[in-house]
């Protein structure tokens, strides 16, 4: 059974690599790949690369893939790394990160997996 996700357009302020985290640009209406956990994510980049300027679909909630940037378990809070890849969220004690979603599968460095975007923030 397919789970629908809803997916959105925006304008991309920077280029967008496939497969990545993004968050919100400086203007309404506009992206651009999330760079840390403090970022406000708020979706993924599914199998399209865009140029800044171009229209980017945005998968904003449900099932989607992404790009790990490191060791990722199963169930795990996701965040970005400093290109927008998918790392585990494990923030200090009193901290908060932003997260993208829950890693639906395990996985390593520059692998595709599947994560359930939806965004929120989580405290350590």
Do not use: H, W
């Not at 304008?11 to 967008?16: D, G, R």
């Not at 199998?47 to 169930?75: H, K, L, M, N, Q």
């Amino acid at each position: 059974m397919r789970v629908p996700n809803t997916v959105l357009n925006y304008a991309a302020e920077t280029a967008l690599a496939k497969f990545r985290i993004v968050c919100y640009g400086a203007t309404d209406g506009s992206v651009k790949q999330a760079a840390a956990s403090t970022d406000l994510m708020i979706g993924v980049t599914e199998g399209f690369t865009y140029a800044a300027g171009d229209r980017a679909d945005i998968v904003r909630s449900g099932p989607a893939e992404i790009e790990f940037g490191g060791p990722v378990t199963r169930g795990q809070p996701l965040t970005s790394d400093a290109v927008g890849r998918a790392i585990a969220a494990a923030p200090a004690a009193g901290v908060n990160a932003r997260i993208i979603g829950y890693a639906e599968v395990s996985g390593v460095l520059g692998d595709i997996g599947s994560v359930y975007v939806g965004a929120e923030m989580i405290q350590g």
